[in-house]
T-cell receptor, first 115, second 111 residues
């Protein structure tokens, strides 16, 4: 069965609104989760590392005030795209690092379309 | 900065052919190299390699790592149309276990 879930799987929103994406670890606790973004025909780019109970670590070029990450529990991290614009339309994928064996498991992804 | 380079970027073959996909890397603190297959959705895990020279095999797919030359190959024998996908190579390095991905190889298997 699925190890990591993401919700929603697909979302369409209007420009200027905010969208929250949830990533849940279903089988184990995860102190660390990762958020990736993938544009069409491109590879996955790491956006940020989400750490339970502390601030996220953002990759160079990713605006932390625009992409708000909250890792409030050992099984849930959320990514909020604030004031979304059409150029934020992308496939957002989270991965969860198991605290037990350090392997990473990907969620099914969320396709965001901003109109 | 960690770097992963995959080649070729795209490949078109006929069913039954054998293909070899390449991945070279530069990483500060190597932990493992991973191969994923991506179709329409999120990547699905294929292999994780940590030691040089030990082949990992799953059905028609196999992979091996060379830590001295800093590369890995993914072989697919007797290809089928269902093997058509983007194959991603990623390196796990650094103190926080983050993955750095290559651009992927788009494999198209024609009947």
């Amino acid at each position: 069965g699925a190890v990591v879930s993401q919700h929603p799987s697909r979302v369409i929103c209007k420009s200027g609104t905010s969208v929250k994406i949830e990533c849940r670890s279903l089988d184990f606790q995860a102190t660390t989760m990762f958020w990736y973004r993938q544009f069409p025909k491109q590879s996955l780019m790491l956006m940020a590392t989400s750490n339970e109970g502390s601030k996220a670590t953002y990759e160079q070029g990713v605006e932390k005030d625009k992409f708000l990450i909250n890792h409030a529990s050992l099984t849930l991290s959320t990514l909020t795209v604030t004031s979304a614009h059409p150029e934020d339309s992308s496939f957002y994928i989270c991965s969860v690092k198991s605290d037990r064996n350090y392997e990473q498991y990907f969620g099914p992804g969320t396709r965001l379309t901003v109109t | 900065e960690d770097k992963v380079v995959q080649s070729p970027l795209s490949l078109v073959v006929h069913e039954g052919d054998t293909v070899t996909l390449n991945c070279s890397y530069e990483v500060t603190n190597f932990r493992s190299l991973l191969w994923y297959k991506q179709e329409k959705k999120a990547p699905t895990f294929l292999f994780m390699l940590t030691s040089s020279g030990i082949e990992k095999k799953s059905g028609r797919l196999s992979s091996i790592l060379d830590k001295k030359e800093l590369f890995s190959i993914l072989n697919i024998t007797a290809t089928q149309t269902g093997d058509s996908a983007v194959y991603l190579c990623a390196v796990n390095g650094g103190s926080n276990y983050k993955l750095t991905f290559g651009k992927g190889t788009l494999l198209t298997v024609n009947p």
